[in-house]
């Protein structure tokens, strides 16, 4: 079995910071493309970046320069920075990860199980 476990989400004013972890356990064997999703209240969730398992990285636009995605691949853990933080960037934020699992030969998409960011004004 796979799981992500995330932390990191809380309450923060306009203009601050806030650092996500999820961490993939279980009988992995590699972990490809790892990133975050997020949920806000009434809409659907929406793709917000994205880092292979080399360190490319891509962003949503509303996020570019003021989100940063890293990885730890001997981890299996990915991290989103987030800086400059606006009341529109509250939501619930997701990791996934396509991972690989020993015994399959397989990839297969998880999902953390969602970590509360609220940023007030």
């Known amino acids: 079995q796979v799981q992500l476990v995330e932390s990191g989400g809380g309450l923060v004013q306009a203009g601050g910071s806030l650092r996500l972890f999820c961490a993939a356990s279980?009988?992995?064997?590699?972990?490809?493309?790892m990133g975050w999703y997020r949920q806000a209240p009434g809409h659907q969730r929406e793709w917000v970046a994205t880092?292979?398992?080399?360190?490319?990285?891509n962003y949503k636009d509303f996020v570019k320069g003021r989100f940063t995605i890293s990885r730890d691949n001997a981890k299996n853990t990915v991290y989103l920075q987030m800086n400059s933080l606006k009341p529109e960037d509250t939501a619930v934020y997701f990791c996934?990860?396509?991972?690989?699992?020993?015994?399959?030969?397989?990839?297969?998409?998880?999902w953390g199980q969602g970590n509360q960011v609220t940023v007030s004004s």
């Open positions: 996934h990860a396509v991972v690989g699992v020993y015994g399959t030969g397989r990839y297969y998409d998880y």
């Open positions: 279980g009988t992995i064997f590699s972990a490809n493309n």
């Open positions: 880092i292979t398992s080399g360190g490319s990285t």
